[in-house]
């Protein structure tokens, strides 16, 4: 290959010496993150987010985004949108939601995102028997590593679960899991133990995955970041620590001998340079030439903030105060830059983190480009919570004991088909805050006369629904009307409900509202 040809290929498949060589394999994501190494990973992200502010902001930072969603149902016939609206409520209490009878749907939801972005992916197991979910954490979906406590594997095991994923796979499809190995922590919570194989369509399972079929399992989106909150965090408390040493010596004390040799002409010689003679150091107690240069050390740990003290020094000797530059600014500079290329990997603004660095019109750029970024993983968790609502309402479709009698209510409202019930289901994010309330409204207002949005939409946004906001504004005039009380609404100069029903009946429907 010629010169010519070399300067026209890719940089990054060319070995040099000024960096690491480029890879050369491809593998299965299974072989450069095998079981032990991924455990590895795991208890690092897992170990940092313990104590580590700022993995652990992080986290909570992406799960207000991400993992927050309501249900709403509208099916046209009130009796049917109230019953699932009452089916929902009441599996949302941790009592009715979570096995344990700890976790609550949202906070439930929640978790289960953060264990995807802290360990890579969970799973939540549903007991169809109890209408409830048992939650499963990511390292104990895994090949087992003692079988005493259930006695020895099972041949299926030994023969079927992948080693390094802790699944069984279809022979026809690539990579889609059938089974999903599950285990417990043991007698001691540190041992990996086979429970059983649960079926993956008993199962919500989720993870965080960039390839296709050669990923199986998926991988935490920190693990590009935790080498460098370790290092970011490690060096903010090393510089505390040096600070702190710094502070200990308060007082450094320089003293100027004349040229004596010995310690004895030292303190003999002490002022001598300034013609002071003996006992320069003036102190409480008094001193001799054999003790002065002890008594200064010893004089200045024994100081007493409520009394005076009096130093009487050489010409040449002087008291400076140690003065700390810890941390420097260059450092400073450092850690936000290095705090900016953490924040990346969730794709959280440096804006979020700290606001002082931009400006307000920034700020808002940034929040929009976050809502992108968001985007995917917010649809993620919306299938979920649809996969969800589907198993429940399932359930409740086909117990004839079901208290709520969902079949019955559907079926009288023209619904004979589970499907279409479970269509009507929508999970809406609570979206973003706004930020500057009145432009943003305006805006969307502008947007909606233009025919550029619609008000659906637009309520969908910021976490609400059109059709409830309607039904309570209609609730709270009737209710303001039959109380004979003006309400306002609308941009001033606009009628009163009051106004505008009493135009109506006076005939003048045609007056401006």
């Not at 026209?8 to 010496?17: G, I, R, S």
């Not at 096995?99 to 995807?116: D, I, M």
């Not at 979906?141 to 994923?165: C, F, Q, S, W």
């Amino acid at each position: 290959m010629t010169d010519e040809t070399k300067q026209f290929e890719y940089n990054a498949v060319l070995a040099k010496n000024r960096r690491q060589a480029p890879r050369t394999t491809v593998t299965a994501e299974a072989v450069q993150l095998p079981a032990s190494k991924r455990r590895t990973l795991v208890a690092t992200a897992q170990d940092q987010q313990r104590n580590l502010s700022l993995l652990a902001w992080m986290i909570r930072m992406h799960l207000d985004y991400v993992s927050a969603f309501k249900m709403t149902f509208r099916s046209g016939n009130d009796a049917l949108d109230n019953l699932v609206d009452r089916i929902f409520h009441w599996h949302a209490v941790p009592e009715n939601f979570d096995v344990a009878g700890r976790l609550g749907r949202e906070e439930g939801f929640r978790l289960l995102e953060s264990e995807k972005t802290v360990a890579g992916d969970a799973l939540f197991i549903k007991i169809d028997s109890m209408k409830k979910l048992q939650a499963v954490e990511s390292d104990m979906i895994a090949y087992p590593k003692d079988g005493a406590m259930r006695g020895t594997l099972p041949k299926k095991v030994i023969e079927r679960v992948l080693k390094n994923d802790g699944v069984t796979v279809s022979k026809k499809y690539p990579g889609r899991i059938e089974d999903f190995c599950i285990c417990n922590r043991g007698d001691n919570g540190k041992k990996v133990v086979y429970d059983h194989l649960e079926p993956r369509e008993n199962c919500i399972f989720d993870g965080y995955f960039t390839r296709f079929a050669s990923q199986i399992r998926g991988v935490s989106p920190l693990s590009s970041a935790l080498n460098s909150v370790q290092d970011v965090c490690e060096a903010v408390e090393w510089n505390m620590l040096k600070a702190k040493a710094h502070a200990i010596f308060g007082l450094a004390i320089m003293r100027d001998y004349y040229g004596s040799d010995n310690a004895t002409e030292e303190n003999a010689s002490w002022g001598y340079a300034s013609g002071v003679g003996e006992g320069a150091l003036t102190t409480s107690d008094g001193g001799t030439p054999e003790t002065v240069t002890q008594s200064i050390s010893s004089s200045l740990q024994d100081m007493n903030p409520d009394q005076m003290m009096i130093l009487d020094m050489d010409t040449k000797g002087k008291i400076d105060v140690i003065e700390s530059a810890t941390p420097s600014n260059e450092f400073q500079d450092f850690i936000s830059l290095m705090a900016r290329l953490i924040l990346l990997a969730l794709d959280i603004p440096y804006s979020s983190y700290d606001s002082k660095g931009t400006t307000f019109a920034g700020r808002i750029a940034d929040t929009n480009l976050y809502e992108v970024s968001t985007r995917i993983k917010r649809e993620k968790n919306k299938w979920k919570r649809q996969e969800y609502s589907n198993w429940l309402l399932m359930l409740m479709w086909n117990d004839p004991n079901d208290e709520f009698n969902l079949r019955a209510v559907a079926n009288a409202a023209g619904y004979t088909r589970l499907r279409d019930i479970q269509e009507k289901v929508e999970w809406v994010s609570y979206g973003i805050p706004w930020l500057q309330k009145l432009n943003e409204i305006q805006g969307d207002i502008r947007a909606i006369e233009a025919g550029l949005d619609n008000p659906i939409d637009v309520c969908a946004r910021r976490g609400k629904n059109f059709f409830d906001n309607i039904d309570k504004i209609a609730a709270a005039n009737q209710y303001a009307k039959d109380k004979n009380v003006s309400i306002f609404m609308g941009s001033p100069g606009s009628r009163t409900i009051v106004e505008v029903d009493n135009a109506e009946n006076d005939g003048d429907e045609d007056a401006p509202v």
